[in-house]
């Protein structure tokens, strides 16, 4: 797909839905991790969903990939990401009911602090081999009840505790969340590319819209 490089509060990637028609699109919006700091975007494409999206021929979804600089994380700079967010559904046809937030490893963190503290703004969130912020307790989990979630961790993974997501998955699960967790047995922490290239997933993101309970 043709990717745009941008930048604004962030510099940023950008790919449009590739079907032609009048109708709003959704959006996925991926935060990267730690390694992947800096002030060169190519970093990004290299792996992961913006290696995937980059590599396929056309998607249903617009996407949006900003980079950190060095040394900052995405909870600082939550109110930026919000911020990129609007300018995106004021400047291009994207559903503001179908927004995905996604993350890798940091940027799992970033996703699920900004998802709870803005709810109402994501029809889904997707954490792939990151931890919930500790700054996170029960009452602020409770906001992602109504948000569809989807969390990946690889079994081999030295980085995290299987236990302390399953506690996370029960958490949610026990406040009414709509949570699946996927454990790859044999993956590490890098399992990135087999996961954001998995077809169910791909569907799964352009299936997703705010529920009424939660609909600005």
Do not use: C
Request: charged content about 20%.
């Amino acid at each position: 797909m043709s990717i745009e490089r941008r930048s604004g509060l962030f510099p940023y990637l950008l790919s449009r839905a590739s079907e032609d028609t009048n109708k709003p699109a959704p959006l996925v919006l991926f935060l990267h991790g730690a390694r992947d700091r800096g002030n060169d975007l190519n970093v990004l494409l290299k792996w992961g969903l913006p290696r995937f999206v980059d590599e396929s021929s056309s998607l249903p979804y617009f996407f949006a990939a900003p980079q950190l600089p060095e040394g900052q994380t995405w909870v600082e700079r939550e109110a930026d990401v919000i911020a990129l967010l609007d300018n995106l559904i004021a400047s291009q046809s994207i559903d503001s009911n179908r927004v995905i937030i996604s993350g890798f490893s940091l940027g799992t963190a970033g996703a699920w602090h900004i998802a709870a503290s803005h709810p109402r703004r994501f029809a889904g969130l997707v954490a792939v081999s990151g931890r919930v912020p500790t700054s996170l307790a029960e009452p602020q989990l409770a906001a992602l009840k109504d948000i569809p979630i989807q969390i990946f961790q690889g079994g081999k993974d030295e980085k995290l505790s299987v236990e302390d997501t399953q506690n996370i998955v029960d958490t949610l699960h026990g406040v009414g969340g709509a949570v699946d967790f996927t454990l790859l047995p044999e993956g590490d922490h890098f399992i990135a590319d087999e996961v954001y290239s998995n077809a169910q997933l791909q569907q799964w993101l352009i299936s997703q819209s705010l529920r009424t309970s939660v609909a600005v």
